[in-house]
């Protein structure tokens, strides 16, 4: 089972800061096209944010960016605003059974 | 536009089998990749399974083969099945669609989720 370790646990932050959320995995994931970064608003269903590693969903805005390869892979927030109050999860799909990072909550001051 | 609704009741008695149903419109289960994915309270999101072309299945093994998910497809729906449930398997409970070629890229994402449903095990 590949474990995805997410950090900070945690971010608060003012609006128009940058936040940088890490997502590390126990093994290499084989390739971007494995890896995807979701947001969940409280209450509700997850929502894709990112796929193949770096590439937005639809509708997606462009302050959020997605990186990374192998092991490390991050999510970008250029300037936080305050709808981006959620907790952010990262996945993968190279191995079964899928797995999720234990998640990042992300708190506008 | 594909949309997924689960429903099922929303307490269940330890021991018992947990029975959810997840209907499918704007696309037939007999295509693409049909799961399932848990999130008790407070918690992360738990993959489950899913099911796949001609009813195949692939399970998280942390169910000790307690999960069970199958299809009707002249409803175009599936389901889930969980028994011997105890108070860990309190959770919301998502349908999903597993796409492997998301808009044509070959990334794997779950591009469909379902409003989710509360199910609590307690007596």
């Known amino acids: 089972e590949i474990v995805l370790t997410q950090s900070p646990g945690t971010l608060s932050l003012s609006p128009g800061e940058r936040a940088t959320l890490s997502c590390r995995a126990s093994q290499s994931v084989s390739s971007g096209t494995f890896l995807a970064w979701y947001q969940q608003k409280r209450g509700q269903a997850p929502r894709l944010l990112i796929y193949g590693a770096s590439t937005r969903a639809t509708g997606i805005p462009d302050r959020f960016s997605g990186s990374g390869s192998g092991t490390d892979f991050t999510l970008t927030i250029t300037r936080v605003e305050p709808e981006d109050s959620a907790v952010y999860y990262c996945?993968?799909?190279?191995?079964?059974?899928?797995?999720f990072g234990q998640g990042t909550k992300v708190e506008i001051k | 536009q594909v949309q997924l609704q689960e429903s099922g009741p929303g307490l269940v008695k330890p021991s018992e089998t947990l029975s959810l149903t997840c209907t499918v419109s704007?696309?037939?289960?007999?295509?693409?990749?049909w799961g399932w994915i848990r999130q008790p309270p407070g918690k992360g999101l738990e993959w489950i399974g899913y099911?796949?072309?001609?009813?195949?299945?692939n399970y998280n093994p942390s169910l000790k083969s307690r999960g069970t998910i199958g299809r009707d497809t002249s409803k175009n729906q599936f389901s889930l099945k969980l028994s011997s449930v105890t108070a860990a398997d309190t959770a919301v409970y998502y349908c999903?669609?597993?796409?492997?070629?998301?808009?044509?890229?070959?990334?794997?994402?779950?591009?469909?989720w379902g409003q989710g449903t509360t199910v609590i095990v307690s007596s």
């Open positions: 099911m796949y072309d001609s009813g195949s299945t």
């Open positions: 999903v669609r597993e796409n492997r070629n998301y808009y044509s890229s070959y990334s794997y994402v779950f591009d469909i």
């Open positions: 996945q993968q799909f190279d191995a079964s059974p899928r797995t």
């Open positions: 704007g696309a037939s289960i007999r295509s693409d990749y």
